[in-house]
């Protein structure tokens, strides 16, 4: 009889909230669709796909807009089928079976997992009390430990603190044999990104995402920056034909244009503005029963020892939120979906204290 071999035999699938909520505010997806004139180039779109024939393989069109949109060398960004894709392509390629990678926690899943599946040797640096990043213990671990490949999100998915562009360039400095990725999908909402500084190392690598911002989560489209070599190697180990021909084009369509992308940003972070405001207004009305923390990102993050029984209780009401990480996660929607998020709070807060 066959057996599952043992890396796979006990592993979970990703377990993403399923089913209908009335809100849904636990993806961090943008909460704005695409504006109407976009959506019907799109749908122009579709009468120029040969869809007998496979995509670009180099998504050429869709790498020249990137890279117009960000100010950076197109020789310089490879496209993948969401972020995703290319962790699972960086832990495949640059690690060998027993390599050491780092993560800092709590962070995104999905790195310790692709560090598992391909068999490397996972270590992981516990952030600070404050969720903070501290640098030099970072710097020396990796240094410690031999670790080919240190990967973390700035903004943090869950924490939404930023690392400061300075503490960056020290940590990238200090470990010239280290592969550092830096994972900056959500940093639309900041102002910290490497990525006029990416051609400045050769041991850097910055992912960033149109999911977020940009409100293209369905197209699943995720880009690698870095300098020429690096973007050669994701070119030769990707697989060929990775991003379908109509995310492609209407990627490429949306990317071009930026005045309505940057009116979508400043929406989204107003709408955050006003969720982390009613947050604050809870914390000070309900005092020790949460901490928010500060953040740049388009979710807030919340510390509280009941998290999980809060997830549940919005459930039952038809609203979803993340609980990752040890963090209650909630992205910000639209002006409704938060007063009825802030609403379906109170009701907890004063369950409990009945």
């Not at 939404?160 to 010239?176: G, K, N, Y």
């Amino acid at each position: 009889m066959y057996q599952l071999n043992e890396k796979i035999r006990d592993l979970k699938p990703y377990d993403p909230i399923q089913g209908s909520y009335r809100v849904r505010l636990d993806a961090n997806e943008s909460f704005l669709p695409l504006p109407p004139a976009i959506l019907e180039e799109a749908q122009a779109l579709l009468s120029t796909i040969d869809f007998n024939r496979y995509p670009d393989p180099a998504a050429g069109e869709l790498c020249a807009a990137f890279a117009a949109c960000y100010g950076v060398s197109p020789e310089l960004v490879v496209a993948g089928n969401g972020s995703d894709e290319l962790i699972t392509v960086l832990f495949e390629a640059f690690l060998q079976k027993g390599d050491a990678f780092a993560t800092v926690e709590p962070d995104f899943s999905m790195y310790a997992f692709n560090g598992h599946l391909h068999e490397a040797r996972h270590v992981p640096l516990q952030k600070d009390p404050d969720f903070r990043l501290d640098i030099d213990k970072l710097t020396e671990t990796c240094q410690n430990e031999g670790v080919k490949l240190l990967i973390f999100s700035n903004p943090c998915n869950p924490t939404s603190l930023v690392c400061p562009r300075e503490d960056l360039r020290r940590l990238i400095s200090a470990l010239p044999d280290t592969l550092v990725v830096l994972d900056e999908a959500y940093m639309d909402f900041s102002d910290q990104s490497m990525l006029p500084e990416v051609e400045r190392y050769d041991n850097l690598i910055i992912l960033r995402t149109c999911s977020k911002a940009f409100g293209m989560a369905a197209l699943r489209l995720g880009f690698a920056v870095c300098q020429k070599p690096l973007a050669d190697a994701l070119r030769a180990v990707k697989s060929p034909y990775n991003v379908n021909s109509l995310s492609q084009a209407v990627g490429a369509a949306v990317l071009r244009h930026q005045e309505e992308l940057q009116a979508a940003r400043k929406t989204i972070l107003a709408s955050c503005r006003e969720l982390r405001a009613g947050l604050e207004r809870q914390a000070r009305q309900y005092p020790g029963r949460f901490t928010l923390l500060p953040g740049e990102t388009n979710f807030a993050a919340l510390s509280m020892p009941d998290g999980e029984a809060l997830l549940r209780f919005l459930r039952e009401r038809g609203v979803a939120i993340r609980y990752t990480g040890g963090l209650v996660r909630i992205t910000c929607g639209t002006p409704e979906e938060n007063r009825i998020l802030l609403t379906e709070l109170e009701a907890y807060w004063n369950r409990e204290r009945t």
